[in-house]
């Protein structure tokens, strides 16, 4: 499946300096903000529970295009970027747009909030039409993400 390609140099899809969010902001976020998934982004619907079960748009990036991802790993995903404070910068009161993860085989994803439903993030992988920004974000996920 060939994803099109997203626009390059947008601000919005920038990382919030590491120290820039407390954690309590993290915590309250990660009360607030849930992973709903998209079944725009699936090829294998898994465990989500889409009606229809799912619809792929060749436009999109696929989040399980490599492996079946279920909404608990997802989830844990989403839930440990926040943790990091893997997110977009935002204003007080609001939400980040953006929130990036990378699971334990180096795939980086990004979850967006949707629009209309701001506390609601769909997810996909960054693949290789986009490596820049895979490689923006595991390289600072490598300097958040404590080692085992």
């Not at 099109?4 to 902001?25: F, L, T």
């Not at 608990?72 to 953006?98: H, N, R």
């Amino acid at each position: 499946m060939t994803a099109r390609k997203r626009q390059g140099n947008r601000p919005d899809r920038r990382i919030a300096p590491r120290d820039g969010i407390s954690s309590e902001v993290r915590a309250a976020l990660k009360a607030r903000l849930r992973y709903v998934g998209s079944a725009n982004h699936k090829l294998r619907p898994g465990d989500y529970g889409f009606v229809p079960t799912h619809n792929p748009r060749p436009s999109k990036s696929p989040c399980d295009e490599l492996r079946s991802v279920l909404i608990a790993e997802a989830t844990a995903l989403f839930e440990q970027g926040i943790d990091l404070g893997m997110v977009s910068s935002f204003e007080d009161g609001c939400v980040p747009k953006y929130v990036w993860s990378v699971d334990a085989s180096g795939e980086v994803y990004e979850a967006k909030a949707k629009p209309g439903q701001e506390e609601q993030y769909h997810g996909y992988r960054l693949g290789d039409d986009e490596r820049t920004m895979r490689h923006y974000v595991l390289n600072e996920w490598n300097k958040r993400c404590p080692k085992s």
